[in-house]
C-alpha cells in the first residue's frame, strides 16, 4: 500500500522447491479456470501463466489507457477502499478479461487497521463480489490489504470461505505478513490459492549491493504489521502446502519508493529482484507494479497524464520481457508451449491471413475452435533453438460440405524468414475431427517455430492444438539406438512401430535407457507408448533418478507395465526426488519380448 509519507511495506516469498512438498501432481490440462499445481499457475487453456501488471485505482484511469501503454500486461491488482458495488468494477473487468488480464480485486483502507475492525459488510461484499464474477475464471478475490495484526489465518480462512461458498472456484490472493504469521495446517485443504507479498527497498535497508536485496528476498526477517522478526523469505514457506501442493507467490506491490515522497537508492536493485530475478529463478509467479497513478508526490506513478515516467518504462519493459521469457520456457510448468491452444479466447496469441475465424459450434471440445475457409490460414510463433525435439497434436476436420487443407509446422530462422524444406504438413480430410501428430527436430538455423493450419479449398477447421518439448533425443528410434543405451538383446525392428518406421524391441531380461539432466523437485511428464509381442511378454516402461555419483536413489523408480499386445500409452507425472542429477528413462522386460515408441520427457 502506497500513501504519503508511509507504507507498510513486506515481502512474503515461496520456496518452489518441490521436493519438501508431499502432494502428489498431474499434468495441468485446460479445464476453463485457473489451476494451481505445486507452486505454478496455470491458465484455462492448461498453459503456464506468470502475472505482470499493475495496480490501479479504477477512479483513476481506464482499460484502453493501460492496454496502449502497457503492450503485453496480463495482470491488474485493483485497489478499493469503499466496498463497491460488483457492478462498478464490470466494465473495466470486461474490457480487460476480453484481452486475457487477470483482474484481482481486493480490500485497501487506508490508514490500514487490524481486521477486527473490518466493515460489517466485509464479508458479505466478498460473497457478492465471488456470486458476481464467478463465471469469470480472469476474476481474482484478494484478501484485505496489508493488515497492522499479527495472525492473518482467520481471514484467509473466511474469505476463502465467502468464495467458495458461492461455487467460486477462481483464484483466491492471499495477503500475509510471514511464515511466522498463520497456522501452516489451515491451508492444507484449500485449492487454487496464491500469496501476495509486497517488496520495496527498506526491506534490505536501502542497500545497492544487488546480493543483499536478493538476500533479504529470500531470507529476511523484519518487523511487519503486528508481527515481531515477520519471516517474509522465502525459504520459510516450503512448510506452508496447500491441497495443490506449494503455494504460488505473486508479488502484488513492488516499485522504485518505499514513502512515495523520493526514490530508494535501491530502486533499480529493487526493480530488478521482483521483476527479472525472482520470475527466471522461480521464486515468484509474477509481480504487479505499484502504481498507475496517485495524487501527491508520486514517485512511483507510472504515468503522469497519459506519458510513462522512469519507472512506467522499467515497468513496461519488465513485462514485455517476462512475456519474452515465458515463451522461450516450455520446460517450465504447463508442457504446452501455445498460448490459447483451444481458442476459448477467440484468436488471441494467434495470427492469421484469409477471413480465418475462431466459430462455436464446431469444437473439438470446450465451446470454440478456428475455422479456416479457402485461401486462409491461422498461426502462432514461440522461440526456439536447432536441435530441440518437439511433439506436436493437434485435432482438425474438413466442414461437412468438404474442405481440403492441413495442421503444419516449419522453422523460421532469426530473421523471421522460413528455413526451406522445414514444414511439415498434417492432411486433413475426413468431416469429423481426428487427432494429428508428429514428432518435429528444429533444422539448422532454427530461431523460432510457427505452428497453425492453412486451407487451398473448402473450409476446415483445427482444436486443442500441444506442442511440447521432448527432452530425450531419438524418442522414435527412427536413427536406430542412438542416444541410448542398452543390456541384453536390444534391437531397433521395423514392422511394429507405433507410429514412423521404427521401434525398440527388448526381449527376456533386457532393457533400453536413456539418460537426461535434472533437479531436484522439478516435475516431469513421461509418455510412451508399449505392447508385448503376440507370443507374449511381461516387462515395463521406466523412470527413475540417479544421484550426482550415478548410483540409483532408492525408491525412486516408477514402473508402467506393459500387458496388451496392442500398443497402450503410458504415462505417469513424476516428481525429482532429493538428490537428483539425472533421470533414466526406459523399458525392460523380464520374460517374452516387449516394443517400445514415442517416448516422450518434458
Known amino acids: 500500500m502506497k500513501a504519503a509519507g508511509r507504507k507498510l511495506a513486506l515481502l512474503l ?29 496455470y491458465d484455462p487453456n492448461g498453459n503456464r501463466y506468470v502475472a505482470s501488471g499493475l495496480d490501479m485505482y479504477l477512479s483513476d484511469g481506464t482499460a484502453d489507457q493501460v492496454l496502449a501503454m502497457f503492450p503485453g500486461i496480463n495482470f491488474i491488482r485493483i485497489p478499493d477502499d469503499s466496498t463497491h458495488d460488483p457492478s462498478y468494477f464490470s466494465s473495466f473487468i470486461n474490457t480487460m478479461t476480453a484481452h486475457g488480464v487477470v483482474c484481482e480485486i481486493e480490500y485497501h483502507p487506508w490508514p490500514t487497521f487490524d481486521t477486527s475492525s473490518e466493515p460489517s459488510n466485509y464479508l458479505s461484499w466478498i460473497n457478492s463480489l465471488a456470486n458476481y464474477y464467478k463465471s469469470n475464471p480472469y476474476v481474482w478475490i484478494g484478501t484485505m490489504n496489508e493488515p497492522t495484526n499479527a495472525a492473518l489465518t482467520n481471514e484467509h480462512t473466511a474469505v476463502y470461505n465467502q468464495v467458495r461458498g458461492t461455487g467460486n472456484n477462481n483464484i ?96 533499480n536493485q529493487v526493480i530488478d529482484t521482483v521483476s527479472n530475478w525472482a520470475i527466471a529463478n522461480g521464486y515468484s509467479q509474477g509481480y504487479s507494479g505499484w502504481s498507475w497513478w496517485r495524487p501527491g508526490n508520486g514517485m512511483d506513478n507510472v504515468q503522469n497524464s497519459g506519458v510513462l515516467t522512469t519507472w512506467g518504462t522499467q515497468l513496461k519493459n519488465a513485462i514485455q520481457a517476462t512475456k519474452t521469457w515465458l515463451s522461450s520456457q516450455p520446460g517450465l510448468g504447463s508442457s504446452n508451449t501455445l498460448a490459447n491452444t483451444g481458442f476459448e479466447s477467440g484468436l488471441s496469441s494467434w495470427g492469421t491471413w484469409g477471413s480465418t475465424s475462431a466459430a462455436a459450434g464446431n469444437a473439438n471440445s470446450g465451446s470454440y475452435a478456428v475455422k479456416v475457409p479457402s485461401g486462409g490460414g491461422v498461426y502462432q510463433d514461440i522461440n526456439a533453438s536447432a536441435g530441440a525435439i518437439y511433439n506436436l497434436s493437434a485435432f482438425g476436420k474438413a466442414d461437412a460440405g468438404g474442405g481440403s487443407g492441413a495442421i503444419y509446422i516449419k522453422a523460421k530462422n532469426a530473421s523471421g524468414t522460413d528455413i526451406a524444406g522445414s514444414e511439415v504438413d498434417l492432411n486433413i480430410t475426413s468431416s469429423s475431427y481426428s487427432k494429428k501428430t508428429t514428432t518435429y527436430v528444429a533444422p539448422a538455423g532454427t530461431a523460432k517455430l510457427e505452428v497453425g493450419a492453412w486451407t487451398s479449398s473448402g473450409t476446415i477447421y483445427c482444436d486443442d492444438y500441444s506442442l511440447t518439448l521432448n527432452l530425450l533425443a531419438n524418442p522414435g528410434f527412427e536413427s536406430g539406438l542412438t542416444s541410448w543405451g542398452s543390456w541384453g538383446s536390444v534391437s531397433a525392428v521395423t514392422g511394429n512401430a507405433n507410429s514412423g518406421s521404427y521401434s525398440a524391441k527388448v526381449t527376456n531380461g533386457s532393457g533400453v535407457f536413456e539418460q537426461i539432466n535434472a533437479a531436484a523437485g522439478n516435475t516431469y511428464h513421461l509418455s510412451a507408448y508399449g505392447k508385448t509381442d503376440a507370443s507374449g511378454g511381461s516387462g515395463a516402461i521406466y523412470i527413475k533418478a540417479k544421484n550426482a555419483s550415478g548410483a540409483d536413489i532408492a525408491g525412486s523408480e516408477v514402473d508402467l507395465n506393459i500387458t496388451s499386445s496392442s500398443y497402450s500409452q503410458k504415462t505417469t507425472t513424476y516428481v525429482a526426488p532429493a538428490g537428483t542429477a539425472k533421470l533414466e528413462i526406459g523399458a525392460w522386460t523380464s520374460s517374452g519380448t516387449i516394443y517400445c515408441d514415442d517416448y516422450s520427457v518434458n
Open 172 to 267: 483466491v490472493v492471499l495477503y500475509t505478513e510471514g511464515a511466522n504469521a498463520q497456522t501452516p495446517s489451515s491451508y492444507a485443504s484449500m485449492h487454487g490459492v496464491v500469496w501476495d507479498s509486497h517488496f520495496y527497498g527498506w526491506l534490505s535497508d536501502y542497500s545497492t549491493n544487488v546480493s543483499d536485496v536478493r538476500n533479504a528476498y529470500l531470507y529476511g526477517t523484519k518487523w511487519i504489521g503486528g508481527v515481531s522478526n515477520a519471516q517474509f523469505g522465502s525459504t520459510y514457506y516450503a512448510g506452508t502446502v496447500s491441497a495443490d501442493g506449494a503455494i504460488p507467490l505473486i508479488n502484488g506491490e513492488f516499485g522504485p519508493s518505499t514513502d512515495d515522497l523520493s526514490t530508494d537508492a535501491n530502486a
Open 13 to 41: 516469498a515461496l520456496s518452489l522447491i518441490l521436493s519438501l512438498s508431499c502432494v502428489p501432481v498431474s499434468q495441468a490440462a485446460g479445464n476453463g479456470n485457473f489451476q494451481v499445481v505445486n507452486g505454478k499457475i
